[in-house]
């Protein structure tokens, strides 16, 4: 649990990687979940729901591994210094799914942003703000906003289970050779 | 004679590289005592390095054995050695190899965070290595806002901070000044004295090893001749 937390911290210490992402797993959540909901809909448009999807999961894997590669100079030095490959792989794990459980914390945030604002346009603006029928009308609601973290966690892990593989392997001064 | 801490025996090590053999450790036995301060010196290339990390069990020996602290490490897994690095050995590097991102204590700290010590016990270990590498003041601060010296000795501190048997490192004067280098060969000395910490360090510069209780000189991966007390 230490070394889960001291992953959000380092996280959060890269400012720029971490904001970029975070940024970007927002924007992705938000059209992953809008391309759900037209799944739902009268005429379902299965095509975008799969470019959002599959946009989504080559956009994981691609973070995973960029952070790996990053943070490869840094694994390496803590394997030197007795890591094992499973306190390594916490920390690796722990910096991604903050940064994605970041991003489900902003949507969720507009969200219920966006449904504050609808509430109160109904009642003191003009009626039907933003062009809801129904105040409480989100084109995201949380259980697609669940369904796309759950989407997101699961592709996280089997980017970062690929990226990190050829680290995990190396002995540790080799792994800095390499680097060097 | 004192105790062995670590024993190497008939230890070879090969590479291959593009095609080419190359022996980079040659009929390797040597005997270290606990306490001692031993320096690795020789020409570029001639294997002071892979048998530091052969010693260290970062790199495994392709034959013989590699005893440290009575176990053989030669032959153990990943798992074993990363507990026996965490345990036993402390690492100095060349390049410092600070975490950029955390400030000198959490540095330090950072070699602790696997373990179950409290979150005041850790902080209380990095505080008094701090306090021996005589740093204390710079502990907020980031290695960027460090210099080379500074960033040498929070490295040091990282690798003392949980009490190891054998310190070992690699050129730890290669990127610093002479002044620097100087204070940081005296610093790793009475780090000996105070603690009784066995020191094995590679070096290729001739004016440091005054520093040493024995020096052993490596030519074309073998043991030239070693030179010292015993």
Request: proline letters at 3%; hydrophobic letters at 45%.
């Amino acid at each position: 649990m230490r070394l889960f937390s001291k992953a959000i911290k380092l996280a959060m210490r890269s400012k720029r990687r971490y904001i970029v992402f975070t940024a970007t797993y927002t924007v992705l959540m938000i059209w992953t979940c809008i391309s759900l909901q037209d799944m739902f809909d009268e005429i379902p448009n299965y095509a975008q729901t799969l470019v959002a999807l599959f946009a989504s999961m080559f956009l994981s894997i691609l973070y995973a591994w960029i952070i790996v590669n990053y943070r490869r100079t840094e694994i390496a030095t803590l394997k030197c210094v007795g890591y094992t490959n499973s306190n390594v792989r916490t920390l690796i794990v722990g910096e991604i799914v903050w940064t994605t459980l970041s991003g489900f914390f902003i949507t969720l945030e507009i969200l219920i942003h966006y449904i504050a604002v609808n509430v109160l346009g109904w009642f003191i603006g003009p009626a039907r703000p933003l062009g809801s029928v129904d105040p409480m009308d989100s084109p995201i609601t949380l259980l697609n906003l669940l369904i796309t973290l759950a989407i997101f966690l699961l592709v996280q892990v089997v980017g970062m289970l690929l990226a990190y593989h050829r680290v995990l392997k190396v002995r540790p001064m080799m792994a800095l050779r390499i680097m060097k | 004679m004192g105790e062995s801490i670590i024993k190497a025996i008939n230890v070879q090590k090969e590479y291959r590289r593009e095609g080419n053999i190359i022996r980079a450790l040659v009929d390797i036995n040597l005997d270290i005592e606990a306490g001692e301060v031993v320096f690795i010196t020789g020409p570029t290339a001639c294997g002071k390095t892979t048998l530091l990390n052969v010693l260290s069990g970062l790199d495994l020996p392709d034959d013989g054995q590699i005893i440290l602290d009575g176990e053989n490490i030669a032959r153990a897994n990943e798992d074993r050695l990363s507990n026996i690095r965490r345990q036993k050995i402390g690492f100095v590097f060349q390049d410092f190899n600070l975490i950029e991102t955390l400030s000198g204590i959490e540095n330090i700290e950072a070699l602790l965070w696997p373990t179950v010590l409290s979150k005041k016990e850790v902080e209380n270990r990095a505080i008094q290595a701090l306090r021996d590498v005589d740093l204390l003041e710079r502990k907020d601060h980031f290695p960027r806002q460090m210099s080379g010296g500074e960033k040498q000795r929070i490295a040091i501190a990282r690798a003392i901070v949980h009490q190891p048997r054998v310190l070992f490192a690699d050129e730890p004067t290669g990127n610093l000044d002479p002044t620097t280098e100087g204070e940081i060969m005296k610093l790793l000395r009475k780090l000996n004295e105070d603690m009784g910490m066995t020191m094995v360090i590679v070096t290729h510069q001739e004016k440091l090893l005054s520093f040493a209780d024995r020096v052993i000189q490596m030519e074309r991966g073998r043991i030239e001749n070693i030179k010292g007390k015993r």
